[in-house]
């Protein structure tokens, strides 16, 4: 259970949010009695903070307008939950700044945390394990995020200086539809292209606006650029099976799909489970090598047909042979 100070703290930070609240709703949220809300209430109002009755059928309290709280007062729990939002972050890569600025609002925090409070986190930072190394992605500038931010919001022109994966250096004007967290890295949907934020070095919102495209969300959008982006082999499958069992090894930033023209098809092995829900679908993809999709396809368990490339399906013939090759020495 919460101790009273922390009871107190929710209390102003609920009153904070705006307009009236009632007894019975503050009492709901705290946990506690009528009584102990108006006892709170009296303690905020010993401590200057000017809280008004207000009466009626719809009464309550409320803070008086235009008054502007203290510095940033966290209760116990909100500081563990900023603390930890900090190490995640850092460990997915999703930090606007080197290590730096995470590592310093992290010991500033961590100096003014109560004794109990700072011991409690260092156990469980002690007992807690991640299944991968921190990302070493590159970083977006703070400043070019919080510009393409807004720009996003405001539907605004937005000038940016990008380096791309060849080093290649332009200048040129985006209409920001969007920005979208993934796989460690920031990005940002433009009209016909996804670019990196950590790979623009300057932004600036020009005069304008535009309107928002009908479509795809910026993360479906970033999605299928990933499936469709251009590399050394085009892939072409026919898998039998359902949406669900394919997006399992094969996501949508890896692979599209779509149903085919109706034609005959190979009949599915027998055996198959749920014939009704499972159905043949064409999955396209790019990529630069393609010695990873045997074993993806093997572990589909599901029929499939390779259409291209024809190098594909000896890499396919070669993994079955190996495979069953190992089971009988086994």
């Known amino acids: 259970m919460a101790r009273p100070t922390g009871r107190v703290l929710t209390l102003l930070e609920l009153l904070q949010s705006g307009g009236t609240r009632t007894v019975a709703e503050l009492a709901d949220?705290?946990?506690?009695?009528?009584?102990?809300?108006?006892?709170?209430?009296?303690?905020?109002?010993?401590?200057?903070?000017?809280?008004?009755?207000?009466?009626g059928r719809y009464g309550g309290y409320r803070l008086a307008p235009g008054y502007r709280l203290p510095p940033l007062m966290l209760s116990d729990d909100e500081a563990l939950a900023v603390l930890l939002g900090l190490v995640a972050g850092r460990r997915a890569g999703l930090t606007t700044a080197q290590r730096t600025a995470n590592e310093t609002a992290s010991a500033k925090i961590r100096r003014v945390l109560p004794r109990h409070i700072a011991h409690r986190l260092d156990t469980?930072?002690?007992?807690?394990?991640?299944?991968?190394?921190?990302?070493?992605s590159e970083h977006p500038d703070a400043g070019v995020l919080l510009t393409v931010a807004d720009a996003v919001r405001h539907?605004?022109?937005?000038?940016?200086?990008?380096?791309d994966?060849?080093?290649q250096r332009s200048e040129?004007?985006?209409h920001a539809y969007g920005i979208v967290a993934h796989a460690g890295r920031w990005y940002v949907t433009g009209e016909d292209r996804t670019f990196r934020l950590d790979r623009i070095a300057d932004a600036r919102t020009l005069p304008g606006s535009f309107e928002a495209p009908v479509g795809p969300d910026p993360a479906q959008r970033l999605l299928s650029g990933f499936a469709t982006a251009g590399y050394r082999h085009e892939v072409t499958l026919r898998i039998h099976g359902t949406v669900e069992q394919i997006r399992a090894r094969l996501p949508a930033s890896v692979a599209s799909l779509e149903e085919p023209e109706p034609e005959p098809e190979p009949e599915p092995a027998s055996?198959?489970?749920?014939?009704?829900?499972?159905?043949?679908?064409?999955?396209?993809?790019?990529?630069?090598?393609?010695?990873?999709?045997?074993?993806?396809l093997a572990s589909l368990d599901r029929p499939f047909v390779v259409e291209r490339p024809a190098e594909?399906?000896?890499?396919?013939?070669?993994?079955?042979?190996?495979?069953?090759?190992?089971?009988?020495?086994?």
């Open 29 to 55: 949220r705290l946990g506690v009695e009528g009584r102990t809300v108006r006892r709170y209430v009296d303690q905020l109002v010993d401590l200057d903070v000017p809280v008004e009755s207000v009466r």
């Open 124 to 136: 469980l930072l002690e007992a807690l394990a991640f299944t991968d190394q921190p990302g070493e």
């Open 155 to 163: 539907r605004r022109p937005v000038s940016i200086r990008y380096t």
């Open 165 to 167: 994966r060849d080093g």
């Open 172 to 174: 040129r004007t985006l």
């Open 271 to 296: 055996g198959d489970d749920d014939p009704a829900a499972a159905r043949w679908l064409r999955v396209e993809l790019r990529a630069e090598r393609l010695d990873w999709l045997p074993p993806v």
């Open 312 to 330: 594909l399906r000896d890499l396919v013939i070669e993994f079955a042979d190996r495979l069953a090759s190992r089971a009988r020495q086994g």
